[in-house]
Each structure stands twice: as structure tokens, then as C-alpha cells.
């Protein structure tokens, strides 16, 4: 890559508008302030209209996007006067300065555009990737930040997403398939142990019955035992349920087993 010619250095200084830096400086402020109305806007709209909270996190996403894209565009053409040949140079000069010290940043800038076109997940999103499992909260110009269920806040450049995969359990959907196990001795009276699962799971206040439920039986087996497996798969009403709808089938399915002396596997 070439280095920068010192007479396009040159231009681009003799081209900065000094009243136009604190214009810009203004705009930048407004931008950040108008985001901040919008994002908070639309997340109290969210929480009041909760079947609409996934569309509504997704939107300020997307107007935040363009508000920053905006702000920035016009915050650039106010500090400098641009003619015809200064931009040409200042145009060099800004991509052989990114080359060398914004790599980084301009891929993930980019990375960020391709996400929201592409679309291969969305804020509000339940998401896995490589070793880390969450909920998409935002997706901005440089990274995206996930919430892991511990509630820790993951920061992931955007130009990661390009060449990993990542899986995504509800894709803006609200509901989302859960997926519970139980393993219980092989000599367990298969049919009581599963009508106890399916009791425990049309029974939770947080299954979503408007798709479609069941529970698997299948055999088991490790080095040390073999087992019967009963494999419990349904919709949970909204994602931010998921451990909640987890942890209700769960101890209503090991009390009845309890009760009805179902062990687990020896």
C-alpha cells in the first residue's frame, strides 16, 4: 500500500472548515441525543406491548443505525469545504489512513451494514456463537452486544460474524423451542413416566400451545448405565421466559416422579 502523498495531507488540512468543527461537534451531540430518545422510546413501547417488544427492538435498531450514519455524514461535510479536487484527495488520504490504522474498525463498520441487510440474526434474538449463548440486545456501527443468561454483557466486533457461524433459536420470532430432558431408570414404567412429562408441560403458565408440542422416548446409554430418555420439546411463550418455562416443567416432573417412585438411572 502506498503512503500518503504529502500534497494531499496538505489539501485536506487547507481544507477544514475551523466554524464548521463546532458545528459538527453540535450535529455529533444532537445524533447521540436523538438515538437515545428513539432506543428509549421504543424499549418502554416494548415493555408496554410485549407482543410487539422483538418488532420494536429490531426497529430502533435500524433507525439508531441510520441516525449514527446520518449524523456522522453531515458532521463530515460541515468541518470541511469540500471542492471537487480536495475530495478526490481527501478521499486517498482517508482510505490509505484506514488501511494502515482503521482496518479493524472499517471491516467491522462494513460487517455491521452486511449484518442488518443480511439479517442472519436480529436484536432480541436468543443466539449461539462459538462458546457463548445469549440474547441479542444491540447491534451498532462497530459490535454487537449480547447478554448471556448469567447476565453478563458480551461485546462481539461485527467483522467476527463474517466468518463464524452462528445459530439462532427464534429468529425474531417472540416464542422460541425449548428442549428439556429427564433420564430415568430402564426398568421405569415408560407410559406413567411420560403422561407425568406431559402433564408438567401443557401445565406451565409459560408454554406457548399455539405450536406444536411433544415428548420423545428413546434409550439411553452411557459406559456406565443405560437409561430411558424422555425428551420434552415445546414453545415458550417469549424468549425471556426460556429459564423460567425450564425450571417450572423441570420441578413439576422430578416432585410427581418422587411421588410416584420413578428413579433415575443407577
Known amino acids: 500500500m502506498e503512503n500518503p502523498n504529502p500534497n494531499d495531507i496538505s489539501n485536506v488540512i487547507d481544507a477544514i472548515n475551523l ?20 432506543h428509549n422510546t421504543l424499549t418502554n413501547l416494548g415493555e408496554r406491548f410485549v407482543d410487539k417488544r422483538l418488532l420494536l427492538q429490531q426497529t ?31 478521499t486517498g488520504t482517508l482510505a490509505v489512513t484506514v488501511g494502515f ?4 474498525l472499517a471491516s467491522s463498520v462494513l460487517a455491521g451494514v452486511i ?12 443466539v449461539s456463537f462459538e462458546d457463548t449463548y445469549g440474547e441479542i440486545t444491540s447491534i451498532g ?9 448469567d447476565d453478563s454483557v458480551v461485546t462481539i466486533p461485527n467483522n467476527k460474524f463474517l466468518n463464524e457461524s452462528v445459530s439462532s433459536g ?27 412429562v406431559v402433564n408438567s408441560l401443557v401445565a406451565s403458565r409459560y408454554v406457548y400451545t399455539q405450536k406444536p408440542w411433544t415428548v420423545l422416548v428413546n434409550q439411553h446409554a452411557t459406559d456406565h448405565y443405560v437409561a430411558i430418555r424422555l425428551r ?15 425450571s417450572d416443567v423441570s420441578q413439576r416432573v422430578l416432585e410427581a416422579f418422587q411421588k410416584q417412585g420413578i428413579h433415575a438411572p443407577t
Open 60 to 90: 430502533s435498531t435500524l433507525v439508531q443505525f441510520g441516525i449514527y450514519l446520518g449524523g456522522i455524514s453531515l458532521a463530515f461535510f460541515a468541518s470541511f469545504d469540500i471542492s471537487e479536487q480536495t475530495f478526490l484527495a481527501l
Open 232 to 246: 420434552a420439546k415445546a414453545y415458550v411463550v417469549d424468549v425471556k421466559y426460556e429459564k423460567a418455562f425450564e
Open 170 to 196: 427464534n429468529w425474531g420470532a417472540l416464542d422460541m423451542l425449548v428442549q428439556i430432558d429427564f433420564l430415568v431408570a430402564a426398568d421405569t414404567d415408560i407410559d406413567q413416566a411420560r403422561t407425568i
Open 101 to 104: 490504522a482503521l482496518k479493524d
Open 19 to 38: 466554524g464548521g468543527l463546532l458545528t459538527a461537534a453540535m450535529i455529533i451531540a444532537i445524533t447521540w441525543a436523538i438515538s437515545r430518545i428513539v
Open 115 to 126: 449484518i442488518i441487510i443480511d439479517r442472519p440474526f436480529r436484536v432480541g434474538d436468543r
Open 141 to 149: 456501527l462497530r459490535s454487537v452486544r449480547l447478554v448471556t443468561l
